[in-house]
DNA sequence: CTCGTGACTCCCG
DNA sequence: TCGGGAGCCACGA
């Protein structure tokens, strides 16, 4: 298959239970890709498809959302925000609280 | 085909 | 904490 990637990081963002992030580098690991963090980001903006994708509980390495405010950081920290996830007064999340584990 | 760009990540200093 | 450089892959012009 040619976008077995594409359809994997979909499987996998969408077994992200709720209350919980992952980052970009997790998905693309568990798709077998650990350096394919970029293509995660392209399967999210390609999620028009797969609008039941929850993409506001990918964010980066650093736990941070990578969005810029005005280009969803709102959206999605409001998202996480009613699913459990607490912010930092820096907007960071604690991974090691609600990093999700990949299972 | 080449080039630029991107919701990335790692390594160094 | 911050910034620069390198790596990796896909897509559109």
Redesign the pocket.
Known sequence: MT?R??ALAVATIRRIPEGRVA????V?TLCG??????????V??S?SENEQLP??R?????GR????PG??YEL?QALLSDEGVEFRL?G?IDLQRFGWDGR
């Open positions: 976008d990637f594409h980052t970009y580098g997790q693309a890709n650990p350096r394919a963090a970029r293509q995660v980001v392209r999210l903006h999620c993409w506001h990918v964010i980066n390495a650093k959302i990578s969005l810029s280009r969803g999605q820096d960071s």
